[in-house]
């Protein structure tokens, strides 16, 4: 399904955090095309020692993003397999992950906001007519590869990763800390993922966008209470900007057969884009 990269042609760099069982670091891998040595920066996404009987699974991750490629779906150049060391090898994307780039940037406008939106509704537009889930969709997933310049007219970029291990495999703990990403129907049933609960998970991450990065859920530590949100069938706080508020709460519908389809979440898209415009335009008249 991909290409095996031998672990001597990798070389390890600084430590980049960790996913679910995994630890990530920047990195290099070397290789030898017609008689010339070429270096490129990479991401090395290892399996941790003690969570191998998951390697199948964060395998699979990798050979479901090698089978296709898309232009906001992140490269993965392939994997390298060394003694009881599982490796993936990714595209290394130079501004990292989106929910830490989301807290740190405070000022980000709503067009920055709605033009990231509108790359993952293309992302998720594209696997769902692959009839691909992903299953783990999420700020913390998305890449940023280019910042926006507004002096130059360059508008960000934004790269799905992989979905990491299959929520089924991961422990009840780790599958609670997922909430509200993850839909309330894989609870139950975290093998039966379907394309709706990526759009679920959409409507969490726009509203994770456009609420500066604050995880949603902010503060509701404890497990129970965040399983209450489901039980009482409750939705995130609702964005002032009825519009946007409508699209997340049409994503995050608990009745699967009310979540949009990607054409409908795209149209939406487009349409707040010039609402957007007239929100300004109305505040600011409300202003005089
Ligand atoms: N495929 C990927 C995934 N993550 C990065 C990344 C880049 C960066 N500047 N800081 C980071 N901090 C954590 C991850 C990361 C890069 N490429």
């Not at 991401?43 to 296709?68: G, T, V």
């Not at 609702?238 to 979440?265: H, K, N, V």
């Amino acid at each position: 399904q991909f290409h095996t990269i031998k672990y001597e042609d990798l070389k390890w760099d600084e430590s980049l955090g960790q996913g679910s069982f995994t630890r990530i670091f920047k990195g290099e891998k070397t290789d030898y095309r017609d008689g010339e040595k070429h270096t490129t920066e990479v991401l090395l996404k290892e399996l941790d020692p003690d969570h191998k009987n998951c390697w199948e699974s964060f395998f699979e991750a990798a050979s479901f993003m090698s089978q296709i490629s898309h232009k906001h779906l992140l490269h993965v150049y392939g994997v390298s397999v060394h003694g009881d060391k599982n490796i993936m090898v990714q595209e290394f994307v130079k501004h990292g992950a989106l929910d830490l780039y989301l807290k740190r940037e405070k000022s980000l406008s709503v067009s920055w906001k709605l033009n990231v939106a509108k790359q993952l509704a293309c992302v998720l537009n594209f696997l769902e007519e692959q009839s691909i889930i992903h299953g783990n969709i999420c700020a913390k997933n998305l890449l940023l590869v280019r910042e926006e310049d507004p002096s130059q007219g360059i508008s960000p970029f934004i790269k799905l990763s992989d979905p990491g291990i299959n929520v089924a495999m991961l422990g009840k703990d780790v599958i609670m800390h997922r909430i509200p990403w993850i839909a309330p129907e894989s609870l139950a049933a975290p093998d039966n993922l379907t394309h709706e609960c990526d759009k679920w998970s959409f409507g969490a991450t726009v509203w994770e966008i456009f609420n500066n990065g604050n995880p949603p859920l902010q503060g509701w530590s404890l497990e129970e209470v965040k399983l209450k949100f489901y039980e009482n069938k409750q939705q995130l706080p609702p964005s002032q900007w009825t519009e946007l508020a409508d699209l997340i709460g049409q994503c995050m519908s608990y009745d699967l057969a009310f979540r949009p389809s990607c054409r409908s979440i795209i149209r939406q898209l487009n349409s707040l884009v010039t609402s957007g415009n007239n929100v300004i335009f109305r505040l600011a008249q409300d202003d005089h």
